[in-house]
């Protein structure tokens, strides 16, 4: 799938295929109709007709022109639990195997990002991919965020595994830069965490369990924990910590909270 507009030209068929590295056609389909000024999706299947890993995915316009694409996806066409959006059959089964207890997400530095504005927003990673903005990784190239906050907690449910959700605490990566956020504005970092568990646990009448809801999800999601912070240590962090602390345990009591630190810190008290 693809989106596309017409810039220049009259437009036409787009041809979209895989071809193997010697030249071969590994299969195909032509796309009709693609002449919108306008951004519009266009979606097409087609068999497979080999493997080859170093085949190129390619989209041809035999008309000349000018033609804009943007958020131009393959996938396969059964994924892990025949998911919308969902993880390669494969990998998802691999996982499954492992019979993983728990699943951590969004991971660790992409948390805090290279700076503060760089942070994780789990909040621009639901809904449809082409309204993500996503973001650049610290680690230096683009994320789209396609395995967005809801994948990562349907597919903890898929194999039933709690999932570990790892929140900013309002610090970047301090082995980086140290940027943070003042104290005096913490506040908007820890409703955006409850928003989260919200979103996860929430039922379907509240702002995040409804937004649940309109994904495809009615019921919670299997939500245990929440790590606060990733790789932090220090008083700043310590005094952060007791912050997010009290406000997560007096909305969601039954949540188990993740203290971060040092090889000598002894905790948060």
Same mark, same amino acid.
């Given at each position: 799938?693809?989106?596309?507009?017409?810039?220049?030209?009259?437009?036409?068929?787009?041809?979209?295929?895989?071809?193997?590295?010697?030249? #071969?056609?590994? !299969?195909?389909? &032509?796309?009709? %109709?693609?002449?919108? /000024?306008?951004?519009?999706?266009?979606?097409?299947? +087609? @068999?497979?007709?080999?493997?080859?890993?170093?085949?190129?995915?390619?989209?041809?316009?035999?008309?000349?022109?000018?033609?804009?694409?943007?958020?131009?996806?393959?996938?396969?066409?059964?994924?892990?639990?025949? #998911?919308?959006? !969902?993880?390669? &059959?494969?990998? %998802?089964?691999?996982? /499954?195997?492992?019979?993983?207890?728990?699943?951590? +997400? @969004?991971?660790?530095?992409?948390?805090?990002?290279?700076?503060?504005?760089?942070?994780?927003?789990?909040?621009?990673?639901?809904?449809?991919?082409?309204?993500?903005?996503?973001?650049?990784?610290?680690?230096?190239? #683009?994320?789209?965020?396609?395995?967005?906050?809801?994948?990562?907690?349907?597919?903890?449910?898929?194999?039933?595994?709690?999932?570990?959700?790892?929140?900013?605490?309002?610090?970047?990566?301090?082995?980086?830069?140290?940027?943070?956020?003042?104290?005096?504005?913490?506040?908007?970092?820890?409703?955006?965490?409850?928003?989260?568990?919200?979103?996860?646990?929430?039922?379907?009448?509240?702002?995040?369990?409804?937004?649940?809801?309109?994904?495809?999800?009615?019921?919670?999601?299997?939500?245990?924990?929440?790590?606060?912070?990733?790789?932090?240590?220090?008083?700043?962090?310590?005094?952060?910590?007791?912050?997010?602390?009290?406000?997560?345990?007096?909305?969601?009591?039954?949540?188990?909270?993740?203290?971060?630190?040092?090889?000598?810190?002894?905790?948060?008290?």
């Amino acid at each position: 799938s693809f989106y596309a507009r017409v810039a220049a030209g009259a437009g036409g068929p787009v041809r979209v295929g895989l071809i193997g590295d010697d030249g #071969r056609d590994l !299969g195909s389909a &032509a796309v009709k %109709g693609v002449t919108n /000024a306008a951004w519009t999706k266009y979606a097409c299947h +087609f @068999p497979c007709l080999g493997t080859d890993p170093r085949a190129r995915f390619v989209l041809q316009a035999p008309s000349a022109g000018t033609l804009d694409l943007d958020v131009v996806s393959l996938f396969p066409r059964h994924t892990f639990k025949n #998911r919308p959006n !969902g993880c390669r &059959a494969d990998l %998802g089964q691999l996982l /499954a195997d492992l019979k993983p207890a728990f699943v951590r +997400f @969004p991971g660790g530095c992409v948390v805090e990002g290279a700076a503060f504005a760089n942070r994780y927003r789990w909040k621009e990673t639901i809904g449809p991919i082409e309204g993500r903005p996503g973001h650049w990784s610290l680690w230096n190239y #683009r994320n789209v965020d396609g395995l967005g906050f809801h994948e990562f907690l349907q597919l903890c449910e898929d194999l039933g595994a709690d999932g570990m959700f790892v929140c900013n605490v309002g610090l970047s990566c301090e082995f980086r830069n140290g940027d943070f956020l003042p104290e005096d504005r913490l506040g908007e970092q820890v409703q955006d965490t409850l928003d989260a568990v919200e979103y996860a646990l929430g039922g379907a009448d509240t702002k995040w369990g409804a937004e649940r809801a309109k994904n495809g999800h009615p019921a919670p999601f299997p939500l245990k924990y929440v790590e606060i912070g990733n790789e932090n240590h220090g008083p700043v962090y310590n005094r952060y910590y007791r912050i997010f602390h009290a406000a997560l345990k007096k909305a969601w009591p039954q949540l188990t909270l993740i203290f971060n630190g040092g090889t000598s810190d002894t905790g948060p008290a």
